[in-house]
C-alpha cells in the first residue's frame, strides 16, 4: 500500500482517498508508527501528511530521517513538505508570510507540475515555509510567500509541495498527485473497482471456508453492498435478515425485499416487528429515550431470528458493513472490530458469537457505492442518501404512533420525489422531513379553520455529516413541496424550512 502518514491533520484520510482516486491502494497510519514498522508493511510509497504543527515547536512530531534511506519514494505534503525539507537539509524559516487559501502558483518545470499551467491556483494553508531546498533537489514551484513551495528529486524518487494538492480548491491538485504515483514513484495503477470486488471476494471465501453467514439489512448502502459481496463470494450460505420496525420511509421495504433481492438473489428473512416496536415506543417522547428503545427492541429482534437460523444449521459469521474512516476513527487498523450503532448488531450474547465479516472495513463510501454498482445493485439502493437507524422514530417530534407514522411518511415521500424530480438529489447530503407532532398550527383550507401540525424540511450539504451547511434549494422546488404536502397530506397544514448550520444544530432534530 502507499501509506499516508497521519500529522494530525484533518486531510490524511483526504490524501488517503485521492491516491486511491489515482488507482493505487492507500491506508493511514498514525505519525507515532515506527519506520521499521512501516517498512514492514512492503509499502510502495509514503506520504506525509500537513498537519497542525510548525516544524519549530516543541514536541512537533518529527520524521525519522531513516525513512529516506529505505529506497521508498517519499511525497511530503504542507507540514511533511517542511518536516521532510527539514530533515533532509534544506531550511525552513518563519517568515512572517502566511498564506492561507487561494493561492497563485508559479512553476518552472520537473517532473511534478509537467504540462500544467505555468500560473495556476492551489490551496495553501501554512506560517512556516522552506526557504532553501535539500541539496540534490529542484525546486519546482514558487509562490509569493513560499518561495520554495516544490521540490522533486526524481532520481531518489522523493518529491513534496507547500501546497494541499488533495483539496477540490487545487484544480490541478489530483493531477500532480497521479503524477507523483505513477511517474515518480512508478506505481502501477491497479486498484479499480473490478479488483477490489475479485479481492475482496477471495478473501471472503478464505475467511469463511464452508461455513454460513448471516447479514442484518438495513436498507442503506452498506449493508446491502457487504451483504452482496458476501453473496457474490459464498452463495446462498448466506442469510440477510431484514428487520421492519415500523419506522421506514415510504418504499424502503420494498427496496429490500424486491430490489435488492432481485439484484443479488440473496436468501432474505424479513422479520415483520411494526407491532412491537410501536408498542415499546408507547408514551415515550424523549429522544434519547427513543434511541435506547429502538435500539434495544432491534437488538433483541435481530437476535431472536439469528437464534432460529442457528436452530436450522450451523451460522458461524456475522456480516457487518464497517467502512474504512470507521476503522480509522476508532484506532484500528488491524484486528479491531467496531460495531457501529445500534442498528449493526451490537452485544449479542454469548451463545450467539459469530466471526465478524467486514468486507467494506478499506474501503471508503465513494468505493462502496462504485462495488454497489459494479455488482449490479440499483441506483435507488447505490444512491440511497443516509438515512438514521432509529428512522423516523426520531422525526416525530413527541409520541411516536402509528397515524404521526403514515402521515410522516406521506410528507417524506412527497419531498423525497420533487427532489428527485428536480434531480438535486446529488446536491444534497439528506433531507429529513420533521413532522412537529406535539406542535399545532391555524391554517385555513377550503373554506374551513383547519388546526394541523407543521413539517420541517431539513435539507442539509455535507462532506461527512460531521458538519452541516443548510442547501438553498431553489423556491419553485420549495414551493412544489409545501403545495403538495400541504395538499395531499391530511393533518398537515403548514410547511417551514430550517435554515440552520451544524452546528450548532444537529442535522435531525431529535
Ligand atoms: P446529527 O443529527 O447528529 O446526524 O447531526 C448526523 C448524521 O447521523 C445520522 N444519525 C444517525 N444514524 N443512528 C444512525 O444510524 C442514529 O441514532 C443517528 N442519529 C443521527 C443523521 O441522519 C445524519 O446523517
Not at 87 to 114: C, I, N, P, S
Not at 349 to 358: A, C, K, M, N, S
Not at 385 to 394: D, R
Not at 470 to 484: G, K, M
Request: net charge negative; proline share 5%; glycine share 10%.
Amino acid at each position: 500500500p502507499v501509506l499516508v502518514v497521519d500529522f494530525g491533520a484533518q486531510y490524511a484520510q483526504l490524501i488517503a482517498r485521492r491516491v486511491r482516486e489515482a488507482q493505487v491502494y492507500s491506508e493511514v497510519v498514525p505519525h507515532t508508527t515506527a519506520v521499521a514498522e512501516m517498512l514492514e508493511r512492503k509499502p510502495s510509497a509514503i506520504v506525509l501528511s500537513g498537519g497542525p504543527a510548525s516544524v519549530y515547536s516543541a514536541g512537533a512530531p518529527n520524521v525519522d530521517p531513516a525513512l529516506f534511506d529505505a529506497g521508498v519514494p517519499v511525497f511530503g505534503i504542507c507540514y511533511g513538505f517542511q518536516a521532510m525539507a527539514q530533515v533532509l537539509g534544506g531550511t525552513v524559516e518563519h517568515t512572517g508570510t502566511r498564506e492561507f487559501g487561494r493561492t497563485d502558483l508559479g512553476v518552472a518545470g520537473g517532473a511534478l507540475h509537467e504540462e500544467l499551467p505555468a500560473r495556476h491556483p492551489v490551496w495553501m494553508s501554512h506560517g512556516d515555509c522552506v526557504t532553501k531546498a535539500p541539496e540534490g533537489f529542484a525546486v519546482t514551484a514558487s509562490s509569493e510567500g513560499a518561495p520554495v513551495a516544490a521540490f522533486e528529486d526524481v532520481e531518489r524518487r522523493l518529491a513534496g509541495v507547500q501546497y494541499h494538492p488533495e483539496v477540490a480548491h487545487s484544480p490541478h491538485g489530483q493531477e500532480v498527485l497521479r503524477r507523483f504515483l505513477h511517474e515518480i514513484a512508478g506505481i502501477r495503477p491497479q486498484w479499480t473497482t473490478a479488483s477490489i470486488v475479485d479481492e475482496q471476494v477471495a478473501a471472503i471465501r478464505e475467511q469463511v471456508g464452508q461455513g454460513h453467514a448471516i447479514c442484518g439489512l438495513s436498507g442503506g448502502v452498506d449493508s446491502a453492498v457487504a451483504a452482496a459481496l458476501v453473496q457474490q463470494a459464498i452463495g446462498d450460505r448466506l442469510t440477510c435478515v431484514f428487520v421492519d420496525h415500523g419506522l421506514l420511509r415510504a418504499g424502503e421495504r420494498t427496496q429490500v425485499e424486491r430490489d435488492f433481492v432481485a439484484a443479488t438473489g440473496v436468501n432474505l428473512v424479513t422479520v415483520d416487528a411494526r407491532e412491537r416496536f410501536l408498542d415499546a415506543l408507547a408514551g415515550v417522547t424523549d429522544p434519547e429515550e427513543k434511541r435506547k428503545i429502538i435500539g434495544r427492541e432491534f437488538i433483541r429482534v435481530f437476535e431472536q431470528a439469528a437464534r432460529d437460523l442457528k436452530a436450522k444449521g450451523d451460522v458461524e459469521f456475522l456480516v457487518q458493513g464497517t467502512l474504512y474512516p470507521d476503522v480509522v476513527e476508532s484506532g484500528g487498523g488491524s484486528g479491531t472490530s467496531n460495531i457501529k450503532s445500534h442498528h449493526n448488531v451490537g452485544g449479542l450474547p454469548e451463545d450467539l458469537r459469530f466471526g465478524l465479516v467486514e468486507p467494506l472495513r478499506l474501503l471508503f463510501k465513494d468505493e462502496v457505492r462504485r462495488v454497489g454498482l459494479e455488482l449490479g445493485l440499483p441506483e435507488t439502493i447505490v444512491h440511497r442518501q443516509p438515512f438514521p437507524g432509529p428512522g423516523l422514530g426520531i422525526r416525530i417530534i413527541g409520541e411516536v404512533t402509528a397515524g404521526r407514522l403514515e402521515t410522516l411518511r406521506a410528507a417524506d415521500a412527497i419531498a423525497r420525489e420533487e427532489l428527485t424530480a428536480a434531480e438535486l438529489d446529488r446536491d444534497i447530503w439528506q433531507c429529513p422531513v420533521v413532522l412537529l407532532a406535539d406542535v399545532r398550527s391555524v391554517g385555513v383550507q377550503g373554506d374551513g379553520r383547519t388546526y394541523g401540525h407543521p413539517v420541517v424540511l431539513r435539507p442539509v450539504s455535507s462532506e461527512d455529516a460531521m458538519t452541516a451547511d443548510w442547501t438553498r434549494l431553489p423556491y419553485d422546488v420549495l414551493e412544489r413541496i409545501s403545495t403538495r404536502i400541504t395538499n395531499e397530506v391530511r393533518d398537515v397544514n403548514r410547511v417551514v424550512l430550517d435554515v440552520t448550520s451544524k452546528p450548532p444544530g444537529t442535522i435531525e432534530w431529535e
